[in-house]
């Protein structure tokens, strides 16, 4: 069954969502550089307990993958904002189609419409 398209954004959505952009990778890049000491590499020679050291290295490992979810999703945003510039912000970068505002609203830097975000992640 063939999905409806969805409709362009109107003038108000496309700034409002290029607005949430320009926050949304302003915290981003604001919470990697700060989480940087989280995600420092746990030294082995620190005068601590090996169950400390273990607690550490484990909270060390989850601070780096939240950095790195954070910065992924920040250099998401810029390459949204790029699409922007370039008047192609908004549409589907696997099947051109608009992606639709419902989807960007929720997550402004997605580069793919739902049918080809869920046709990815089913591969």
């Known amino acids: 069954m063939k999905r409806a398209p969805e409709p362009e954004l109107t ?3 496309a700034e409002e969502l290029r607005a949430a952009l320009v926050a949304l990778e302003a915290e981003l890049s604001a919470a990697v550089a700060g989480s940087q000491d989280a995600a420092a590499t746990v ?5 601590i307990g090996r169950l400390s050291r273990m607690d550490a290295i484990q909270q060390q490992k989850m601070a780096e993958a939240s950095r790195e979810g954070m910065a992924l999703r920040a250099s998401q945003a810029r390459a949204a904002l790029s699409r922007f510039a370039e008047g192609q912000y908004g549409e589907c970068v696997s099947c051109e189609e608009p992606v639709g505002y419902a989807r960007l609203r929720a997550r402004p830097e997605a580069p793919f419409c739902i049918a080809c975000q869920s046709s990815r992640e089913q591969r």
């Open 11 to 13: 003038d108000a959505q």
């Open 43 to 47: 030294k082995l020679d620190a005068p």
